[in-house]
């Protein structure tokens, strides 16, 4: 039970943050800044004390709390550790402390503003991986766009004000949607089998027939995939990226784009297994189409956040295709990608930033040779470039390969049968590999060797603040990708769980 | 005994009846306007706590029966509705220093809780009038500008409108049933007479002008923008929800069929998709709003295509919080040299830079009538659109749903406005304006109880 508590204090330390903010005074910008950093630090340290009690053997929640909110409607506030969200929690509260010293130099303006929407939008993004109940998900899921609509709009680029309104559009066209779809399943479920319920365990006892599902999981799926995002649905992202201050693009990539994958896994398509099998190959088509159309577009840009940005579409697209595989490898792969890519992508947008503060540009072709430049610099560069191709003992080889591996011992059997659209895609797929190792050593031996030139110099080298930031993130990189086993085990009863709830039918029982 | 359940029942008119008399006193006397602000803060809280009370004890009376009855679920709508009255008195002092704004506004007052009570035509038409007059005379009653006069008459016309299209309507169902009881409207609801169908149609038309429903809408704007803001706000708020919950009311327990579900599905559904689109260019606040209202009225009508049984329970707290939150968007709104200043969007530029609070509780409200969450305009939203899809009508609550998404935009824009756009360098206005920063606390603390425990709302209806 202590657990428990200690899991709601976790989710509420940000919250308390903000209203600490609230009451502090206005002109303290280093108190300010001590103050966000101090209480991210004891939200991390609680929730990596929570993932050492976190037991792998148990299935199902842990540490789990359940107060009636809306009783009327059987909307409960429960929120609950389990092996869905168990990694990605560790990840987002990893990341909270590194986005908040991260900021320290670049964000001058309104201080006390940007660190309460950092804490808002930590709040938020823990509320939705932790919400074990449909509505309180969606007041979650809702919440965080409006911290990150502020983020982008008041300390972000040039284009700020188009790239904020068109995320904040795109993103809640999809929300509207799964609302719509919410109301109806909730009200299905309660004409079906008499349960007025929002959580995800009743939900998933839901009985449709497939026209119905196959709905729902578009309404769903539309607001899912727009997140991730995938490709068609993915403009908003590179605009979003590059006008986004350091914080906010670190926060979107390292996280927000997570809470696609992990809708879809836990809640997309378990829902509705039975359309989710329908819509398996045009889905997958998708996920393949993302991997190599973001890294044909990561290969062309100038811009070197657009650069990362549309490495994450690619990137992500490989968790889709390890969800879709249902084979047990290819989804643990998929878990391991989401924290690896988290990870990863976080560090090569802070890295950005750096570049970005020291000289005010982010056109690829304004640098060169900055490992003479700037050393520490281009070695803490170098190590997450290959972490991002997926150099092996880095975390981006575990999942991509764990998720190819997935992929084609899935496809194999099907293409015995004679289905061999899986196969060629898991091929297909493979390719997004090479292109990766292209657009990012291309990205690499542009910035980092050549000619020295850089918009101003000379360039002061990491401090100390930086380095410790990078370092940390490097460490987690290598970690993860030497030590897989420990966080695989703590998912692999949720991925288990989350086969058997897609590749079990759910149509009425009175249907033919 | 009779007089004594006159006397209990109609607690809240009494004391609402006491503040008139004791304001007219006053205004006589020539006491200040702090005495006469302080008499109708007193009485309509008074009223609001004894509905409040008499509700939650669960008092049932017919005091005039076949006329006036009040019940439980009757009584709480109505102390809300007093309630929400208060920020507009906290908040009129900034643009009525006479004595007359709070008698006017405890008299309609009385008019909108005769409406929550009404069991007959003529009660409902009694309730309906009393509110609507006194609020031209406060249209009017901004001095400060020239269309006021305009927009009072539009009004007045349009009102006298509504009302004899009411009366036509109530009169035609009066030859179709020999009856004055509220209930032969929804008896008439199913019927396939002509001359019932014609009534029903009539009564409807008669709410959606009243309720500023798409094409009946056009007097919203110019009436909104040329009245002061408390007015605004109390337009906005008090009137359309007085009409809505009497809307209510009157449709009973009955459920709307074809052809009628056409009529209420479109129009409320065009007014939400009109309302939203054409705020989004206006340069005025209170036009803006004024649209918004527009769009918000179609929510409202909407949740008459649901579930009849949680119609009361949706409707009631979709007012509570777009209540809440609207007037607290009006009573946060920053003073300036004019009216007219105050009035521009353009003005609202920057004001984070200058007055923080105003600012946060400008976009909160905006954020809750976009019915994003964690805000209680969601909540409501999807009180209603449940409500809705559990009738039946899915395909009607997407419409309604996709047609909420349009409005996002222009709250956005406010937003943006307030917060990512440079100074708009206003010369700032220092008057005190501790009422009004008392208003927007009282309507913020409203909201987060709202948001915080909407179940222990939806459990009291």
Known sequence: ??????????????????????????????YTRRLTLAVMIVQFVLTAWLYTRFDSHVAGLQFETRLPWIAAWGVNYQIGLDGYNV??????????????????????????????????????????????????????????LIPMFLMIGIWGGERRIYATIKFFLYTAFGSILMLAAVIYLVYSLQTTSGVISFAFADLVK????????????????????????????????????????????????GVLLKMGTYGFMKLGFPLFPDATLAFTPVLMTLAVVSIVYGACLALVQDDIKKIIAYSSISHLGYVMLGLLSLDIVGIQGAVIQMVSHGLVAAGLFLMVGMIYERCHTRELAAYGGLAKLLPVYSVFFMILTLASV?????SGFTGEFLVLLGAFKAAWPQHVLGNSLPLVLAVVAVSGVVLGALYMLRFALGFLFGAAKAPHQPLPDLNGREKTILGLIIVAVFALGLFPDEPMRKSELAARSYKQLVSTPRLPRSAP | MISQAVLTAMLPEHLLLLGIV?????????HGQRASLFVGLASVAAAAVAAACLSLGGYAAAPFAGHFSVDPAGLLAKAMVLALALPVLLMSRDDFSDGEFPILLLSSLYGVCLMQSADSMPTLFLGLEIMSLPVYVLVLLAHRRPQSAEAALKYLVLGGTATAMFLMGVSLLYGASGSMSLTIFANALGSTDNMARAAVVLVILAFFLKGAIVPFHAWAPDAYEGASVPVTAYMAVLVKAAVILAAVRLFGQAKVSSPLLELLAVLPLVSIAWGNLAAMRQPSFRRMIAYSSIAHAGYLFFALLGEPAGRLQAVAFYVLAYGLLNLLA??????????????????LKGLFHR???????????????????PFPGFIGKFLIFRNVVAAGHTTYAVLGLVGSY?????????????????????????????????????????????????????ALF
Not at chain 1, 241 to 246: C, G, L, N, S
């Open chain 2, 355 to 373: 007055a923080p609070f105003s600012a946060l509780m400008i976009g909160i409200a905006m954020l809750s009538l976009a019915g994003i969450p």
């Open chain 1, 390 to 394: 997926g150099l092996p003992t880095t």
């Open chain 1, 1 to 30: 039970m202590f657990e428990a508590g200690v899991l709601n204090v976790v989710l509420f330390l940000p919250l308390l943050g903000a209203a600490l903010l609230l009451v502090s005074p206005d002109s303290h910008d280093a």
């Open chain 2, 330 to 347: 009006f009573a946060a709104l920053p003073p300036a040299q004019s009216d007219r200043q105050r009035d521009r969007l353009e003005n």
């Open chain 2, 22 to 30: 004791l304001l007219l006193i006053l205004a006589i006397a020539g």
């Open chain 1, 206 to 253: 839901a009985r449709l027939p497939l026209d119905v599902q196959s709905w729902l999981l578009a309404a769903f799926a539309l607001s899912f995939a727009i997140k991730v995002p995938m490709v068609p649905l993915h403009t908003w992202l590179p605009d979003a990226h590059v006008e986004a201050p350091t914080a906010g693009s670190v926060i979107l990539a």
């Open chain 1, 87 to 144: 990694l990605l929690v560790l990840m987002t509260a990893f990341l909270g402390p590194l986005v908040v010293a991260g900021a320290f130099s670049a964000i001058t303006k309104d201080v006390k503003l940007f660190y309460a929407m950092v804490f808002l939008i930590q709040f938020a993004m823990m509320g939705a991986f932790l919400a074990q109940d449909l509505f309180l998900f969606y007041v979650f899921w809702e919440t965080m």
């Open chain 2, 406 to 458: 349009l409005g996002i935009y222009f709250y956005l824009r406010v937003i943006q406005f307030m917060f990512m756009s440079p100074d708009a360098s206003v010369a700032a206005d220092h008057r005190s304006r501790r009422l009004a920063l008392g208003a927007s606390l009282l309507c913020l603390a409203g909201a987060m109880w709202v948001s915080v425990f909407p179940g222990w709302v939806i």
